[in-house]
């Protein structure tokens, strides 16, 4: 598979929220207590959980919200329609089968009408909800390859002199059109550098962004209102079918109460103010009917059924209390974990409960503002500990953890096998069977961009020990029987 730059044209719309307060700490941030919620596992130590509380959502239309999704307007500026074409050519592949403009365009981009009725073309929420294996599309499934490892506003200025040769200087209607694209890159290009290709800096795009924006108006302001430094702490992409079984989004929890509200996050790239929020706000309940309405891809390879039946049986008596069942009727428990018991990287969360002055802000413009205080509220919680996650189609997304730091299921099954430097092909067929999740090389130092390295912040690939105890016999039945779901 192509590894996909995120130039200025292509920018991650994952939108992960907020963190906590010094302020509001015993409004927004819940760290369990011992009487939390346990669960006890033959063999191993008691598993602190916090059960976490449902949320009635809105009801739409998926037909509606899927064309929505691929051809709708939530973008409002971006690059005019002709000096795309001009820059990049067309793309005759059409793997979404959309019409008219789009039909020459990427999937992952979609060409719209600015507010000045300018026609542009914008990066859509398939740039990182959408991935390929075995070259086939896979929407709803996390961008495994995305590439966020270049500052994107880099070539920022040559894009600004060729708009403005093609269309008379920066007062046409085409430029008036690209701009607040152009200062969204500019703001978040140098802030939002990973160290690998394959993981997202989602959180840290939604603090830039944050930043710039009116709580209440939404309106743009060219200089940050707080600052913002420069640290990414990466995240992997969740899958979109497992959403409709959870109670809370993203890895941490933070997104409660109406998930429609959050998708609007993806549109502070560009929106104009909250007129245009409102408007989307109607939109989104039919995307998110879509979203609830995905299904994961099956296994497309052989399975072992007499083997997958055995490790159904070790699956339940292992794994099944926190990740819930499967089959006829299937059950999720939506269990938050403590970091003490998963024992995973522990910065994405901690970086939600450790009070700072962005966390402040963050907590205050979403729970105050426009996107917190109407009737279908979102709200930004920081329990601390991490999701365990629904594991529907959990053989297509690799890599695994919540910030993508394993690279196969044996390995999370072993952590004695786990690679502390390893290095993938980012060649959609190139799966491994067997391991389930990508063939990797280890590596000695960390030798490019391609290289995941396991020692910095943030990327660390310990904790979730819950198979160390499995025999080999065992654990290859479970793996089969993972092929499954």
Excluded at 272 to 292: C, P, R
């Amino acid at each position: 598979m192509k590894k996909k730059k995120f130039t200025p044209l292509a920018l991650a719309l994952f939108v992960i929220y907020c963190s906590c307060s010094n302020d509001n700490l015993e409004e927004y941030v819940n760290i369990p207590e011992p009487d939390e919620p346990a669960i006890e596992q033959p063999g191993q130590e008691v598993i602190e959980v916090e059960k976490l509380p449902e949320y009635t959502q809105r009801s739409g239309n998926p037909s509606i919200g899927y064309d929505y999704l691929i051809s709708g307007d939530y973008m409002s500026s971006g690059i005019p329609y002709d000096a795309f074409l001009r820059g990049f050519g067309a793309d005759n592949s059409n793997e979404l089968e959309r019409t008219g403009d789009n039909a020459v365009i990427s999937y992952d981009y979609t060409a719209v009408n600015a507010n000045n009725g300018v026609r542009v073309v914008a990066p859509n929420c398939l740039q990182c909800h959408a991935g390929k294996i075995n070259d086939d599309l896979i929407v709803g499934l996390g961008n495994h390859a995305a590439d966020f490892t270049m500052n994107r506003a880099d070539d920022i200025g040559l894009l600004n002199t060729a708009i403005s040769f093609l269309y008379g200087g920066q007062n046409s209607e085409e430029w008036l059109a690209y701009d607040q694209f152009r200062k969204s890159i500019v703001a978040i290009g140098p802030k939002t550098i990973t160290e690998t290709i394959g993981v997202n800096p989602a959180d840290k795009i939604t603090q830039v962004l944050v930043a710039h924006r009116d709580k209440n108006t939404l309106e743009w302001s060219d200089a940050p209102l707080i600052d913002v430094d420069d640290e990414v702490i990466p995240t992997d992409v969740p899958a979109w079918w497992l959403l409709k079984k959870k109670n809370a989004m993203f890895y941490h929890a933070i997104g409660r109460s109406d998930f429609c509200k959050s998708f609007i996050g993806a549109s502070l790239l560009t929106l104009l103010n909250k007129d245009k929020a409102e408007e989307l706000d109607e939109k989104m309940v039919d995307v998110l009917a879509y979203i609830n309405n995905l299904e994961a891809p099956q296994y497309p390879f052989e399975i072992d059924t007499d083997l997958s039946n055995q490790g159904k049986v070790i699956f339940e008596e292992n794994c099944a209390s926190c990740h819930g069942t499967y089959g006829s009727n299937p059950t999720y428990p939506n269990y938050m974990v403590s970091l003490k018991t998963i024992g995973t990287d522990p910065e994405l969360s901690n970086h939600y409960t450790t009070p700072s002055p962005v966390n402040n802000n963050f907590l205050d413009w979403f729970n105050t503002g426009w996107f917190g205080t109407d009737e279908n509220a979102l709200e930004i919680i920081a329990d601390g500990g991490y999701v365990a996650p629904p594991l529907d189609g959990i053989w297509a997304t690799a890599p695994y953890f919540h910030n993508g730091s394993v690279p196969t299921l044996e390995e999370v099954l072993n952590s004695e096998q786990r690679p502390a430097l390893w290095r993938r092909t980012f060649d959609s067929s190139d799966y491994d069977q067997t391991k389930l999740g990508w063939n990797y090389t280890v590596e000695t130092t960390k030798s490019g961009i391609t290289t995941y390295d396991t020692s910095l912040k943030g990327y660390g690939n310990g904790g979730h020990t819950f198979g160390d105890d499995l025999n080999d016999s065992e654990r290859k039945a479970l793996l089969e029987y993972l092929k499954t779901l």
